[in-house]
T-cell receptor, first 113, second 115 residues
């Protein structure tokens, strides 16, 4: 089954404790992206990647890092989480030519205390 | 920059009622427009899309028409069902933008349909 998976689905952590949210897709998509969803703000792009070893900032990259060492994986790293990073995070992927048809993962709900 | 504005929510309807969710946009280029749906506990799914002016996207009884003159892409359905209860997001993708592939989303509208 074609899908985007994220882990963990739920995470409660404390300020300053490094964490990684994994994202994996099995559709051989070149393009991958991370969004955060906050009430009243819709989804905002954090980082994106057009292919292996190619990443770039989105609209709200502060406090986040990403890497793209393999085509299928695009982890989101929070080196020192803060409470304002409490949010619902979505990973998405697509083929380069059909970037408008992005497939979304199920989401990761992160709470930073 | 690009932006998408959706009607204030939430929206509560009875089954078989007519649905309209308004969406207007601002874009520097010639965007493609989308409606995404998010069912409880799930990720977003593409519901329908339109890539140029006057295109009509449709799927599962929903439809929306790309109106360049009013910069709008309103979502409609003639008869909603309880299973349509979800959050609906209007979005655009601007191929002329600086962030390749980025989708700009509206705030989302919560739809609840009662039997």
């Amino acid at each position: 089954e074609a899908q985007v998976t994220q882990n963990p689905r739920y995470l409660i952590t404390v300020t300053g404790k490094k964490l990684t949210v994994t994202c994996s897709q099995n559709m051989n998509h070149e393009y991958m992206s991370w969004y955060r969803q906050d009430p009243g703000l819709g989804l905002r792009q954090i980082y994106y990647s057009m292919n292996v070893e190619v990443t770039d900032k989105g609209d709200v990259p502060e406090g986040y890092k990403v890497s793209r060492k393999e085509k299928r994986n695009f982890p989101l790293i929070l080196e020192s989480p803060s409470p304002n990073q409490t949010s619902l995070y979505f990973c998405a992927s697509s083929f380069t030519g059909t970037y408008h048809q992005q497939f979304f993962g199920p989401g990761t709900r992160l709470t930073v205390l | 920059g690009n932006s998408v504005t959706q009607m204030e929510g939430p929206v509560t309807l009875s089954e078989e009622a007519f649905l309209t969710i308004n969406c207007t946009y601002t874009a520097t280029g010639y965007p493609s427009l989308f409606w995404y749906v998010q069912y409880p506990g799930e990720g977003l799914q593409l519901l329908l899309k339109a890539t140029k002016a006057d295109d009509k996207g449709s799927n599962k009884g929903f439809e929306a028409t790309y109106r360049k003159e009013t910069t709008s892409f309103h979502l409609e359905k003639g008869s909603v069902q309880v299973s349509d209860s979800a959050v609906y997001f209007c979005a655009l993708s601007d191929p002329g933008g600086t962030s390749y592939g980025k989708l700009t989303f509206g705030q989302g509208t919560i739809l609840t349909v009662h039997p």
